[in-house]
């Protein structure tokens, strides 16, 4: 049995843990003078591991890479001060877990002084930084979080940077759909934000060309095996098959087809156009030869550019001048990048909102390798769509050709696939 | 006919997902320690397959032979170097649920550093592509081939655990750990053993999930562990049998909620272990203990 | 007959008559944590860290409840935590009702899913706790379903910027503290306490002692599982956007369990030294070490288990055996 | 008194307990090669302790324990098993395993061809045994469990057979079959026994006996010299006796 005086010591001893404890997080933040800062404090979290991992990391090399690019130069231009001031990183590890990403975020905001809040990858991730970006009147440079939640009438400290809202994704995929007159369409989405808000609008879509699909169900974000889904697909006799999930779904899903040896007019997935390299090593060459993707850059290409370097001279540098080396986060993380740039380098007055004012006044009028920038009232990304993506065999592996729309095609749809 | 394709998947992943919690099971039974690592091994042994394939052009089924010594050797380490020393705690049972969620946190860690994030798979024509017929359906032979290892692995385990005398053992600590010690049964020893075997029934799960689940990435062990779990305690704890009946309901509620309603296919296998559970509290093959 | 047996059977009297001194400790145990945290947030504003600490310090509290004092181990607490932070969402989403009734509300789902879940404490050991977590798991699939969006909003998650208030937030999370302190004092103290630990200790002899085995833990479930929804209702408030799956997540339960565990289940300080010091040391590392974070944390529990495995508060208890 | 010889086994001042909590103090006990000795004591009073740590299954705090003159207090259990100290617990059996199989487990370790031969044997020697061997040992009576327990003790032909309490959740009838089957396995020039007990049934096979409370040794003696005793007679006698 414990004694009351040792429970008051207790007591006392925890009081004093939390003290020691709770100063020894807030020790390391640099204050700004008046004036010029001593440098631009990027805020940003990645996912070391978990299941956002493989998104998150080489978006957050795209960042670095920029960061690098900049410091090397001498720093990020604010024309605030109308000089170069170095840029420092503040980067903590949330491994996946919202719980952690959102005291997290909170350290950026309160314990480390930064001038520029960056959330990780993703909707799941970014979603809480929104409430906090809000309350601390931080403008959050929302990298690749596309979620409906996210933005919202009465928010003003948020910014989409790379990717349009997903609920405009499937845009160009459902009307080459209508285009090709397939009128069999099969649809399998993930029960979660991103992807149902995707299958919404390929159903309203078609609706509109009169075709309703023969099979349009959510299956939980979990799930990993397709085998029987695909054989229930298949009784439904579709000449095109949909399946809108995250990388980790589109994998499992391509193998199953493989596995059953089904074969459809039209197989298409979110995420091989992301994440091409990873996903071509897991379901392997024959698994992917003429599905259709997103097309993202660096596969459709703007080397014409106000911001930056042009998607070429990023794959020079960046990867070494082969594209295999470079992903699509990797582009989205640089790109966040252009647009901090494009936010200090315009904006008259270096307060958050001062920021968001120059960024919706280059809204419409500022290309970067990600494509035009363009912002809805809030703040929401609706620039470049997502053009139609088929990937085609080749002696070595796929590539991948934009073929819808046809105004931005480099190459001809194969339909129905051999 | 989707009901009777939803059938045959639902047996031979049932025999899959028998085969993955398996290890956990008799792990559980000889040492009653809840190695909550397991999902983290049926990982590393994904990531053994990947690496074999990709480097020598292993096929996946000679794998499943290879990793049984390295898993043995495991097994041993662990339970000499951690788990002898939980077993003798206050609550092994629990604390062991601790220590090894710690564990499953490094070698998460460990194989983030050592395999990177990104998923690893081999491509499925390994076992061909053309699905085999059975009852007029089409089975993808992987299927097929992941679901015979089970057996075999079942098979083989039976005959250990029921006709070998350090099976015969095995059976008596997991029936009564001290009149086990009482008739000179050595428990580390068998203990050790267990949990090499365990290890290495996970492993070898592991590298069939590449062909099941597709793929494999270091984050898939929480899930992983978490099936394992509800399949063992629909079977019955300590019951090898019990754990392939409880896969193979686990398996055909999954298969038959994706057949007929899939977005309930994430609710339905444990709704249906909820209920399984209040109807027979000791899972379907379960010795009936007596309690108060 | 176990020794806690015969005391309950010698009569609660022995509560009643408690010295002034352990009342003086038992209203400090209550008071002070609370104080602590308040003063916290006055010279450390990452203020979501703290709360989301005395979210856990609750959690931890209440998983004391059941486990600690019943030996039921659920490992689907987070279900509760979960069904607390819908709970409050369509509270102010359907009934408008004002914040701090949805939060009550939400403590009010908490309990409501665990008298429902209620027969699961006929399983005993691991049989129990893997299915609360099937308990859990399955009402996360049914809060996430896209055919419930119409209720839930399914798996666009929730939007609570309409009640947001982070201070507000923050002292409702400083009086959950004090609650939960103060149930884990009570139970305890009083005489359902010793009823509780009487059936953990031989239920049989329990029950020929008079003590209702059943309702006693059917209690101490309900109590467990409140405390878990109003930390569930006031984290929801606290980031007030969320996807079902960030209040679902599997890993709170196990940091909650580790927390208790970590500080010695049963004990009154045990839990909220855990969730304090773990919780706080799982941060420091986050913050100074994002890299080699999971690794140092998963090695850090091992040595833990390794070398303190009956919690943290052993080392005093043996200090003071020796001292005898 | 056995001379130094013979004696099967020689306990000196022995202690043990669990945790925090001794339970046996200082305690003595000889038993003769061939001897059988019961040790008498209620419940709590630290019988299955003593067994344990006899055993290794609860290390020795203090004292000693030759075995045939061989000091075994450091050793393993599996390794005083092998000398030849075999014992039945309250339970007695592996209820999940079958009781052919008990009796295999009664002798792990011994070669195949000598363990299937002992077992008949002593199928012989418990008939009732024989009769249920296939089943699972969970399905048998209480009584019938006691015997399968008995025979998987001797299965390892045991210099010392060791029971604790196998009167115990037994009715009477059954206890007097136990008692029986031990006296048979006494004419059969067997092993050594020990027996703890609260029963006085088992005293027709008690050579000696000692009587222990609160963990400490009260009593030593034959038979006739414990009903002497007054005040033990009155404690064991009078309360069971009928």
Redesign the interface.
Known sequence: M???R???V??AA??A???V??????AASTTASSGAPKDIVIGTL?S??GSFANSSLPEFQGLKFWISQENAGGGVYVKAFNKKIPIKLV?????S????A??????LV??DNINIFVPDFG??LT??A???A??HHMLLFDQTAT???LF?P?NQYIVLCDLPLSAIWPDPLAHFILAQHISRVAILYG???FD?TQAATVKSVLAQGGVTPVYYQ?V??ATTSYGTLLHDIAATNPQAVLELGYASNDIPFLQAVQQGGYHFGMVATAFPGQEFTLIENAVGKAGLSYTYTYGVPPYIKFNNVSEGLGTNAFIAKFGHGNIANVSFENVAGYNTGLIIQAALGHATKFTQLGMRAALFALSGHFTTLDGAFKLNSEGGQVGELLPLAQLFPTATGNEIKIVYPSASADHAPVYPAP | MLWLFALIAGVLFGLYYGLAALGLNLI?GVMRM?NLAHGDVIMLGGFAAVLLFDHFGVNPLITVLLVIPPSLLVGYLTYYL?GR??QR??DP???S???F??????????A??AFGNNEASITSAVFGTRPFSIAGQGVPGAWLVSAGVGLVALVLLFLYLYRTSLGRATRAIMSSPDEARAVGVNPDRISALTFGIGVGLAAIAGILSLFMIGGTTPSEG?DLT?TA??VI?LGG?GSPMGTFLGGIVFGLALMFTQTYAP??S??AP??I??VI??LR???LLGRT?R?? | MSSVAQRLREGAGAVGRRPR??M??DV??VV??PA??L??SL????????L?MMVYVALAQGLNVIFGFTGY?PFGYVGFFGAGAYGTALSVHFLHAPIALAVLLGGLAGLLVAALLS??L??????FA??S???A??LY??I????LTAVTN????V?L?SV?N?GAAYLAAVVLVGVAMLCVVWVRRSHFGMSLRAIRAD??AA?LAGVN?VRARTFAWLISATLAGLAGAIYAWA?????P??VF????S?FA??FA??GGVG???GP??GA??LY??Y??I??SQ??????I??????L???FL??GL?SI??RR??RGR | MPDQVDKCLEVRGLGAGYG?LQVLWDFDLEIGAEESVVVLGPNGAGKSTLLKALLGLLPARTGSISFFGRRIEGLRTSQRVRAGIAYMSEVGIFPELSVEENLLMGGYGLPRARLRRRIEELCQLFPEVARTRRGPAWKLSGGQRKMVGVAKALVADPRLLVLDEPSAGLSPVYVSNVVEALARTRREAGPALLVVEQNMKFLAVAQRVYVIEGGRLRFQGTVPELEADDSLRRAYFGLQGA
């Not at chain 1, 404890?21 to 807030?26: D, E």
């Not at chain 2, 969620?101 to 460990?110: P, R």
């Not at chain 3, 997540?249 to 709170?252: A, R, V």
């Open positions: 414990l004694i009351p040792t429970r008051t207790g007591l925890l009081s843990l939390l003290t404890g709770l100063a020894a997080c807030g990645y070391g591991s980067a903590l590890n949330d491994q877990s919202t719980t952690t959102t005291t997290e975020y909170e350290q309160t314990q909707s799941v979603l809480p929104v409430t906090i809000q309350e979620g409906s939640p919202t009465g029960a979660n934000d149902a959510a939980p974000t | 559980f809840v951690l020393r939980v705690s206050r049972e629990m604390m649920l601790v220590m969620f710690g564990v499953s946190q490094v070698i998460e860690a460990v983030v550093i929480v978490v779990f509800a305690v704890l977005v309930w994430g609710f444990f709704a272990l909820l559970m209040l509290p000791t899972g203990v309690s108060v | 001194r352990q003086v400790g400090l145990l002070v944590p602590g945290f003063v916290a010279v450390y504003n990452n203020q979501l860290l703290l989301t181990l027969p699961l006929r399983l005993t050991g691991a049989y893997i299915a977590l099937a308990a798991e399955a699939y049914l996430s379903n896209p055919q399914g798996p666009y998650g939007n910027a947001y982070s239920p049989l029950r085995v980031v007030s956007v969320f996807y799956e960030a997540d599997l890993s709170i196990v369990i580790v565990l970590f004990t009154v300080l909220l030294l304090v010091i706080g040391v941060n420091y986050g913050v994002p890299q080699d974070f999971q690794l944390y998963g090695v850090l529990i091992v833990i288990v390794l495995p009956n508060l005093r208890l003071l055996w | 925090s």
